[in-house]
Nanobody, 118 residues
Framework: QVQLVESGGRAVPSGYSLRLSCTASGRPIGDYATGWFRRAPRKEREFVASISRSAVITYGTNSMKGRFTIFRDDVQNTVYLQMSGLKPEDTAVYYC???????????WGHGTQVTVSS
């Protein structure tokens, strides 16, 4: 069964960097577009970044575009989210997802917690 597993989240002080990983099992991760999302306490889920099958990259906000980098390693079967200059407002559970059917993000991992202290 195909699974997406996130890792790399932890508690860090403001200004630090983290690299999150989304590893697929059961198929090549590059078969579908992969996206990163986050959900902060008491907030709606927010789109962070995505990379298409052809490696077209999209970021959710200008702030994310300036501090976050999404990239894919087909050998490791993993999509990474490199985050730098972390701020307390980046505190959230980060999820990766794939578009298995059309434009719907329908395959999700269980998330990894990122906590940024001020």
């Amino acid at each position: 069964q195909v699974q997406l597993v996130e890792s790399g989240g932890r508690a860090v002080p403001s200004g630090y960097s983290l690299r999150l990983s989304c590893t697929a099992s059961g198929r090549p991760i590059g078969d579908y577009a992969t996206g990163w999302f986050r959900r902060a306490p008491r907030k709606e889920r927010e789109f962070v970044a995505s990379i298409s099958r052809s490696a077209v990259i999209t970021y959710g906000t200008n702030s994310m575009k300036g501090r976050f980098t999404i990239f894919r390693d087909d050998v490791q079967n993993t999509v990474y989210l490199q985050m730098s200059g972390l701020k307390p407002e980046d505190t959230a559970v980060y999820y990766c997802a794939q578009q298995e059917s059309g434009m719907v993000w329908n395959k999700w991992g269980h998330g990894t917690q990122v906590t940024v202290s001020s």
